[in-house]
Structure formats: structure tokens, C-alpha cells
């Protein structure tokens, strides 16, 4: 069972990233996939200690190191709300990110990973318990909305199979039209569990949760 697990962005930490690896089961390697902002500062003290120590059964298939994105580069409008313009800017540059790191992974991976490098898992995964070929696996906890019109969502870790994680990675496209129509409230969460609704992603919550660095 052979799997692809990626990320993108700048992390803030990377103390849990190893610890993540440990902690998923697999009968094959796991190819990982990063697609990062290039930061000295990050380099030395995330990148470095994250890239140097990958633990037995994994291999780095793609590790891309770009200049962050512009915001007039990856925004096509902005309100006239300082405070909204920042989370629109933040979920148009994340999506931007995955959707680079999608294009990168081919289709042969019997499932697809979307993690965090600042993030951790709760318990071990076994990737046989998940059947990706009809659902796509989110943590049970910090899942947040902001209308009752969507469900809760948690946008940060999520296990799946290839036509569904190909999905979640091109919210990119849709957002602009997402947000100024109104289809779903300005927040990350929200934009992302509309956008796999529309597309009739079934969604589970599993049965481990997930955490953030905050350190």
C-alpha cells in the first residue's frame, strides 16, 4: 500500500513532523512531497532538522523550496475590509501552495496524505482501517464553521484517495467565485467543506485528532 503524503507553505515549527512519520502504519514507503516558501531563518531551524532525520520507510520524492507568493500575485480581489483582506489572502495562499504540490504527485498512491508540518496526530494510523476508494478522512476535532448552513470542517490533516484529494486541492480555482458570490462565508473552513460538498466528497471524521504546534 504505498502512499504520498505532502504539505506546503512556511511552518512556524516542525517539532512534530518525525513524530507524525512514527506514528502512521504502512506496508510500503511513503513518498513525501513539499512544495515551501523559501526563509533562511526557517531553513536553518525547521527544514534542516525535518529533512536531515527522515525515519526508515519514507523517501523525499519533491521537495521544491520557492519565493512566497505575492498577494497580487495569487489574490484576484480584495474587500474593503483590512481584516477580511488578511484571511483571504492567508486561504488563497495556502490553496495556491496545495494546489503546486498536487500537480507534482502522480496517480499511482493507493492513498494521499495532506498534513501539516506543524501539526500532530493523536494516535497511531493504520492505513489498511481507511477506505479511501469511497471517503476522505478528517480529524474529529477542531472542526469550525461559521454558518449553520455548513457543516463543521477540519482543514488541516486529511486522508483520501486520489480523485478526491485531486479535489480538495483545487479549491484554488473556485475561491474568488466562492467568496464575492457569497456561497460560503470568508474562512478557510468553510470555503474548503462547501467546495467538497458541491463536489460530493463524502466526508468522515476519524477516529484520531489533530493539533497544532503553538510553541
Known sequence: MKAAMFCS??????????????LIKHDDFID????????????DTVYKKMFNNIPEGYKIKCLIQT??????????????NSSIDKIIESCF??????KNVFSFIPENY???IR???DGKISKKINLKNYYVSKYLYVPKNMQYTHTSLIKPFNDQFAIGN????????????SLDDIFYQGKAPIHQENALRFFLD???VNIVSTDFEHFLENK
Open 93 to 98: 495562499k495556502q490553496h495556491y501552495g496545495l
Open 32 to 43: 513525501l512531497y513539499f512544495y515551501m516558501w523559501e526563509n533562511d531563518f526557517v531553513y
Open 115 to 117: 498534513f501539516r508540518v
Open 67 to 80: 519565493p512566497e507568493p505575492s498577494r497580487d500575485k495569487i489574490v484576484p480581489r480584495l474587500s474593503d
Open 198 to 200: 458541491e463536489n460530493a
Open 9 to 22: 507553505g512556511l511552518p512556524r515549527f516542525g517539532e512534530f513532523f518525525l513524530e507524525n512519520l512514527n
Open 110 to 112: 493507493c492513498s494521499y
Open 162 to 173: 486520489y480523485e478526491n484529494m485531486k479535489i480538495y486541492c483545487s479549491l484554488y480555482d
